[in-house]
């Protein structure tokens, strides 16, 4: 597993005693009812992994920015706040 993957899991799994795999939560962040579901993995890793770790961690997984983004937005909306992946172009 690539350094990449082990901060951003550690991150995302620690706070809720969780242990998704790289590919499930790429699947999660990319994922439209993720927001619908308020999934908790997928909003620590909009909220708590920090952003440039979010670019390096949707290139190494092959996640679509664009759709990764447009998630983000929702949950921002959700959350009251702007997250820093959903201010994104």
Sequence with gaps: MSVVAVKVLSTVNAPYGTALSAEQLASKISDPASA??????????????????QHSFLDEMCVDPKIATELAR????????????ARAA
């Design 74 to 85: 929702k949950f921002s909306v959700l959350a009251g706040y702007t997250l820093p992946l």
């Design 36 to 53: 619908v579901l308020y999934d908790p993995s997928a909003f620590c890793f909009f909220s708590e992994v920090d952003e440039d770790l």
